[in-house]
């Protein structure tokens, strides 16, 4: 399992099953990067940009909660 696909699924129970085009589309925005050229060391700035995006979707708690799993993978 690759570093997004380890993301993805974090992603899911917050974001079902839009959690896939949504961090690919965080990839491409936040990293400037296809999805699968993610690397370990890219997650915290993946993490500030899903919680960025996430905070229009969903509670600040819980884009909050989302970012710290991320980073912390």
Do not use: H, W
Request: glycine share 6%; net charge positive.
């Amino acid at each position: 399992m690759n570093t997004v696909d380890k993301v993805i699924e974090v992603c899911r129970p917050y974001l079902g099953p839009a959690a896939e085009q949504f961090i690919k589309r965080q990839c491409a925005v936040y990293l400037g990067t296809n999805p699968d050229k993610v690397v370990a060391s890219q997650l915290a700035a993946l993490a500030k940009g899903v919680e960025t995006s996430a905070v229009r979707v969903m509670d600040e708690g819980k884009a909050k909660e989302l970012a710290t799993k991320i980073a912390g993978l």
